[in-house]
C-alpha cells in the first residue's frame, strides 16, 4: 500500500537547476522521515539527504551545499532542489522511507520503502 512516486528528472545542461518530486501516500508521511539517494551507472547507492519529521535535515558532504531537502506534509510530498548540477549529478535519484521518524535511508537494507527512481542526466 506504501507508494513513492518521483518525477521531474530529465536532461540539464551543466551549471543548472531543478527540482525532483517524490508523492507519497500510504502510511503517515507527517510522522516519517525521508531520504534521497541516488545511484549512477556501475556505481553503488549514494544517499543525498534525509529530512526529519521536525523539518531538521541531514546532506551528504559530496552535495557541497548545492542540493536543499524539503516537505510539504499538506501535500505529502518531498522535494529535493538541485542547484549548479554538474556530470557527476547524473544518477537514478530516489526517494526512500522506513515509515518511522528516525530512520535515514543510507542502505537499501536501512529502510523498506523505495520508489522506482526519476533519471536525472546532465550534459551539454
Known amino acids: 500500500q506504501v507508494q513513492l512516486v518521483e518525477s521531474g528528472g530529465g536532461l540539464v545542461q551543466p551549471g543548472g537547476s531543478l527540482r525532483l518530486s517524490c508523492a507519497a501516500s500510504?502510511?503517515?508521511?507527517?510522522?516519517?522521515?525521508m531520504t534521497w539517494a541516488r545511484q549512477a551507472p556501475g556505481k553503488g547507492l549514494e544517499w543525498v539527504s534525509t529530512?526529519?519529521?521536525?523539518?531538521?535535515?541531514l546532506s551528504a558532504d559530496s552535495a557541497n551545499g548545492r542540493f536543499t531537502i524539503s516537505r510539504d506534509n499538506d501535500k505529502n510530498t518531498v522535494y529535493l532542489d538541485m542547484y549548479f548540477v554538474a556530470p557527476e549529478d547524473t544518477a537514478v535519484y530516489y526517494c526512500?522511507?522506513?515509515?518511522?521518524?528516525?530512520?535515514?535511508?543510507?542502505?537499501?537494507?536501512?529502510?523498506?520503502?523505495w520508489g522506482q527512481g526519476t533519471q536525472v542526466t546532465v550534459s551539454s
Open positions: 526512500a522511507t522506513a515509515a518511522v521518524n528516525l530512520k535515514s535511508c543510507r542502505t537499501r537494507d536501512d529502510c523498506r520503502y
Open positions: 500510504g502510511f503517515f508521511f507527517s510522522d516519517s522521515a
Open positions: 529530512i526529519f519529521r521536525d523539518g531538521t535535515s
